[in-house]
């Protein structure tokens, strides 16, 4: 047996008390014939096993467990999961506790995000200063900003090489750890990319084209793509930056996007992809990856977890905002305290997409932020009004839903009036997202 293996399992010790648990993951390795090594706060059980030939088993292949109980190790653990299938690898952390566990499907993220980056930094100056502090940097993703394309958007994409060394990155660059041209970063998991079925995507006849000048308008863009042959572009839809040209033949899409990638219109270098459609069912839910409170759901009517019927819509006094002289707490349940603004306090400018929805408390961040996480058209808001038997004016939104991708528009309306605009506004929301 080698010495780190027997290192790792004798040093356990520390962590359990008694020699009985270091024999007991001695047995273990002895009898599966798996290494076990310590390092970086967590304990690695085999990868690969014993005999095993060819690459890793690919990304899906991994589920995520929490609230493992302090005092159970792999000898305990590993006869549990291997009723499921043969073990690649165990990765063990040593600070979990609790007393009943969860199993969810790892994402197995790659992908981190650095936020509050100097805005005159270029792609090889952060790629060089992440290489310096962490392993297993692939690549770095760099967007410029919309005005000036000379300069970057505050914020970088970083890839590693896998799932384990992005999360052993993220441990290391903990804000106040690390500071880059003497700045303090922002760390956390990248938004993991959204999948589509291959099927679907055999479909796809619009292109998603990124990096536009603002200044560039929705004509250039049509001509540009209708160089290389002309009369195949049906129409493009531009927003700030970026935009979808939709094609009326999807091999003319394909066609358009090998030949205009990294083309330069109006001083800009494009990135054109293939546009990704969206699935508008049950996507609410899954965008804000379960973080909707359960008083949010009963706010919004999603379905009722244990019988599966519809609770119907709260009324407008159950809103997050004070309706009728009512308050109650809106989704999600927010910190609301106020803190002092100490002199010589450094503030960041940042932009609100980069947050997470624990930031916002209103229905109406909520679409906004939904729409532009799925590149959509921002929600457009119609007034109307009525007047109640008692002379009050009463007041209800429409709200427009545009899907750019897939060229869908799709109304929302309430059927609830409001005395005041942002009682009926934050109503509409709430509707708006429980019908997406």
Not at 163 to 170: D, E, I, P
């Amino acid at each position: 047996m080698h010495e780190e293996n027997k290192a790792a399992a004798n040093g356990c010790g520390k962590i359990r008390s008694g020699a009985q648990n270091g024999a007991a993951l001695l047995a273990l390795m002895e009898k599966t014939g798996y290494s076990m090594v310590q390092q970086n706060g967590q304990r690695k059980f085999g990868g690969p096993p014993p005999g095993w030939e060819g690459p890793p088993p690919p990304r899906g292949c991994e589920v995520f467990v929490g609230k493992i109980p302090r005092d159970m190790y792999e000898d305990e653990l590993v006869p549990v999961f291997e009723r499921a299938g043969k073990i690649y690898e165990l990765r063990l952390m040593m600070e979990f506790s609790g007393k009943f566990i969860g199993v969810c499907v790892s994402l197995d993220n790659c992908r981190l995000f650095i936020g509050a980056i100097p805005k005159d930094k270029k792609k090889e100056e952060i790629l060089n200063e992440m290489k310096k502090v962490t392993e297993g940097v692939v690549d770095v993703i760099v967007y410029p900003n919309a005005n000036d394309k000379t300069k970057n958007r505050g914020f970088a994409f970083v890839e590693y090489e896998s799932h384990r060394a992005a999360a052993m990155a993220r441990r290391r660059l903990i804000p106040g750890t690390f500071q880059p041209w003497g700045h303090t970063i922002q760390v956390d998991w990248a938004d993991p990319e959204k999948v589509v079925d291959e099927e679907t995507m055999q479909r796809v006849k619009v292109l998603y084209v990124r990096n536009l000048m603002i200044s560039t308008t929705e004509d250039k863009i049509k001509a540009e793509f209708n160089k290389f042959k002309p009369g195949v572009v049906e129409r493009v839809k531009k927003l700030r930056d970026y935009a979808f040209v939709h094609f009326f033949h999807r091999e003319d899409a394909v066609a358009a996007m090998s030949v205009m990638n990294g083309k330069c219109i109006d001083g800009a270098s494009i990135e054109v992809t293939l546009a990704k459609p969206v699935n508008k069912e049950g996507s609410w839910k899954q965008h804000f990856n379960g973080q909707i409170s359960p008083s949010s759901e009963n706010l919004l009517g999603f379905p009722n977890k244990e019988d599966g019927t519809q609770k119907s819509l709260a009324k407008p006094a159950s809103l997050s905002v004070r309706l009728n002289g009512q308050h109650s707490p809106g989704p999600p349940e927010v910190e609301r305290s106020t803190y002092p603004i100490f002199p010589g306090i450094k503030l960041t400018p940042i932009s609100m997409y980069s947050l997470k929805l624990s930031h916002f408390s209103s229905a109406v961040m909520h679409l906004d932020y939904f729409c532009h996480k799925n590149s959509w058209a921002p929600p457009e808001y119609c007034l109307y009004s009525t007047t109640s038997q008692d002379g009050k004016i009463l007041l209800v939104y429409k709200v427009l839903i545009s899907s750019i991708a897939d060229d869908s528009q799709t109304y929302f309306m309430p059927e609830k009036l409001c005395t005041t605009v942002e009682d009926a506004k934050e109503l509409a929301a709430q509707f708006t997202l429980l019908h997406l």
